[in-house]
């Protein structure tokens, strides 16, 4: 079958550093998207990993990892308003997405 | 441009009937895809259509399915309503052309079935 396990909570302190992982198994695998959704709100696009390494996006970096089919999420300089739950998601070569479980942000001020 | 767009907000409806929710995708768009959003189950893919034609299908019982029209707007409907029906539904739209396929999500139908 195809899954994404991520950590259901993390918890971080404002001005820190916090990172989530994601590993997958999915059939033909093509890359890991990361997704911010706010209480309430709709998801929204944070990144995109097609290949192996670090992308950067302002306070927000994401790495992948074929050959151990993982891959995380780093938010540096936490603010209160990062205080969401985030999705790693999985594109497959039909186009195809699966999204984790999720992973609740307590940022602790 | 505008974002996508989905009807209605919110609903109600008892154990047996049935429901319509409409999504508009942004301009351009021909891929809407369409999620059911529950507590710790995360967002579980339902189906997307892309060009009038369904593409990719997750794996819901056969009361779920959906439709395209030539402007890209998609329905989705709900047969025989379930307790565990209960969702909120958020459809996205998305260009497929590009890398990422990145997905446009819009606010979501709140559904409760009583």
């Known amino acids: 079958g195809q899954s994404l396990e991520q950590p259901s909570e993390v918890t971080a302190v404002e001005g820190a550093i916090v990172q989530i992982n994601c590993t997958y198994q999915?059939?033909?695998?093509?890359?890991l998207s990361w997704y911010q959704q706010h209480d309430g709100g709709a998801p929204t696009f944070l990144s995109y990993?097609?290949?192996?390494g670090l992308e950067e996006t302002g306070r927000f970096s994401s790495f992948l990892s074929r050959s151990d089919s993982y891959g995380y999420l780093l938010l540096q300089e936490l603010q209160m308003k990062d205080s969401a739950s985030y999705f790693c998601?999985?594109?497959?070569?039909?186009?195809?997405?699966?999204f984790g479980k999720g992973t609740r942000l307590h940022i602790l001020p | 441009k505008a974002g996508v767009t989905q009807t209605p907000r919110y609903l109600i409806k008892t154990r047996g009937q049935q429901v319509t929710l409409s999504c508009s995708p942004i301009?351009?768009?021909?891929?809407v895809s369409w999620y059911q959003q529950t507590p710790g189950q995360g967002l579980q893919f339902l189906f997307e259509?892309?060009?009038?034609?369904?593409?990719n299908k997750g794996n819901f019982p056969g009361r779920f399915s959906g439709r395209q029209f030539s402007n890209s707007r998609s329905e989705m409907n709900v047969s025989t309503l379930e307790l565990g029906d209960s969702a909120l539904y958020l459809c996205?739209?998305?260009?497929?052309?590009?890398?990422?396929?990145?997905?446009?999500f819009g606010p979501g139908t709140r559904l409760t079935v009583l």
């Open positions: 996205a739209s998305s260009d497929p052309g590009t890398v990422r396929n990145e997905q446009f």
């Open positions: 999915t059939s033909g695998f093509y890359g």
């Open positions: 990993n097609g290949l192996d």
């Open positions: 998601a999985a594109l497959n070569r039909d186009d195809k997405i699966i």
């Open positions: 301009s351009g768009h021909r891929s």
């Open positions: 259509y892309f060009s009038e034609t369904q593409r």
